[in-house]
């Protein structure tokens, strides 16, 4: 087998565990994207994934496939952002095809109310650990610019309640400005 099939059978057996093994949406894969692919296979640097799920956030879709495409893309083309889907997207399918069938059982069950509540708890801790180790890894490049749009975004966001979409529009405003002017002073 060449390696460029070998990636790509490890790349879709990994977004598929990502994905099968995931609860509470595209926040928690995320993290999970970054300890498999960054940690783990060293694909991808720190600072890359980072890119990456900007660009995941920025469009519109679920992040978890957001940033399937763009880590597949990144490292395998077409075919690793095909993969990638595809990894991503078949445990939820049957997950609710067969959820659709038991939907009235679980509905009332007790077992299964009680079993979803102790999920959310645990969600809400791994989305305090992404936003913990997202922060910490923009502190690290000790940019001022990006520090001081982390702050200005989470002072927007959390305190003056500022829709998120007019935060990422001006974030990616300055993002290009930026890059327009660093562009220019390498002419």
């Known amino acids: 087998m060449s390696d460029k099939r070998r990636q790509l059978v ?33 694909w ?16 519109p879709g679920p992040i978890a496939v957001n940033g399937a495409i763009v880590i597949g893309y990144k490292l395998a083309g077409i075919m690793g952002m095909l993969v990638s889907i ?17 939907y009235e059982a679980f509905q009332t069950n007790p077992y299964v109310k009680a079993m979803l509540d102790g999920m959310q708890s645990g969600v809400g801790a791994i989305i305090a650990i992404v936003v913990y180790d997202m922060g910490c890894g923009v502190v690290a490049t000790k ?5 001081a749009i982390m702050i200005g ?3 927007a966001t959390a305190i003056f ?23 220019r002073r390498k002419i």
């Open 86 to 102: 595809l990894g991503t997207i078949l445990p939820p399918f049957f997950i609710i095809f067969v959820i659709s069938f038991f």
């Open 161 to 183: 309640n500022i829709n998120v979409i007019y935060v990422i529009l001006v974030c990616g405003a300055i993002g290009l400005i930026k890059t327009i002017v660093k562009t």
């Open 143 to 147: 940019n001022v610019l990006s520090i």
């Open 10 to 42: 490890k790349l879709f057996l990994s977004t598929l565990y990502l994905s099968a093994f995931t609860f509470g949406g595209g926040y928690v894969i995320i993290t999970l994207m970054k300890k498999k692919f960054v940690d783990e296979y060293h």
């Open 44 to 59: 991808i640097e720190e600072e890359e994934m980072l890119d990456l799920v900007a660009i995941a956030q920025s469009v």
């Open 153 to 155: 975004a989470f002072i």
